[in-house]
């Protein structure tokens, strides 16, 4: 079966500094890979995805993120933090054949002025 | 432009008495999906519907209920909210092709108060 673990379910970063958030995955076959952001009161929205093309993919707002096999990891990035970046991001699994995803538990970002 | 609506945003209904929300989509995607999230925590899938194929997930309590009338609509019917069931409602939608592959969007949600 496929899961997503989130490291750290708070993350807190100054504004201007790195954004790291870590998605480590487990799946037999090949993932597709998913971060979603969710601000307060609202649904998900994609910011980016994997789907066995380049490992490296860039997403909306500045963000990216890194498909490493060997280390069954998606980890998100984004070189400057920005005070609207603060929400909760959600990463998530969808293996072949299947319509469905399964998330990891939610990381909240804070950005400190 | 192309996207998931879902009606009201806030919808507050009494203990015991059905109450029904809507999802609307203008992409014509053929999956329709229905989320339940607890404060702080993943979204959790209830059902979805492969065009007019229900599948409702093994832990969705039968108090839940989904009707898909047309490609554009499908509506989550809770029968007998309890004040478990105060949440926020997800409804997502996709165009799986025939490999299973598909991107899930998200419409902007329905927070669910049970007095």
């Known amino acids: 079966a496929q899961s997503v673990t989130q490291l750290g379910s708070h993350v807190s970063v100054s504004e201007g500094a790195l954004v790291l958030l870590r998605c480590n995955y487990s799946s037999s076959v090949p993932p597709y890979l998913f971060w979603y952001v969710q601000y307060p009161n609202q649904g998900l929205q994609l910011l980016l995805k994997?789907?066995?093309?380049?490992?490296l993919v860039k997403g909306i707002n500045g963000f990216e993120a890194e498909f490493k096999k060997s280390e069954t990891s998606f980890h998100l990035t984004k070189p400057s933090a920005h005070m609207s970046d603060a929400a909760e991001y959600f990463c998530?699994?969808?293996?072949?054949?299947?319509?469905?995803?399964?998330f990891g538990q939610g990381t909240r970002l804070t950005i400190n002025p | 432009d192309a996207m998931v609506i879902q009606n009201p945003r806030y919808q507050v209904t009494q203990f015991g008495k059905p109450v029904t929300l809507s999802c609307s989509q203008t992409l014509n995607h053929n999956v329709m999906y229905w989320y339940q999230q607890k404060s702080s925590q993943a979204p959790k899938l209830l059902f979805h519907?492969?065009?007019?194929?229900?599948?409702n997930e093994a832990d969705t309590p039968d108090n839940f209920q989904s009707r898909r009338p047309n490609t554009s609509f499908c509506f989550l019917d809770i029968r007998s909210p309890g004040l478990g069931d105060a949440a926020m409602y997800l409804c997502a939608t996709s165009r799986v092709d025939a490999g299973g592959r598909g991107t899930q969007y998200f419409g902007p949600g329905t927070r669910l108060l049970v007095l």
């Open positions: 994997y789907t066995s093309a380049a490992t």
């Open positions: 998530a699994v969808r293996t072949q054949g299947a319509q469905k995803l399964v």
């Open positions: 519907y492969y065009d007019k194929d229900f599948n």
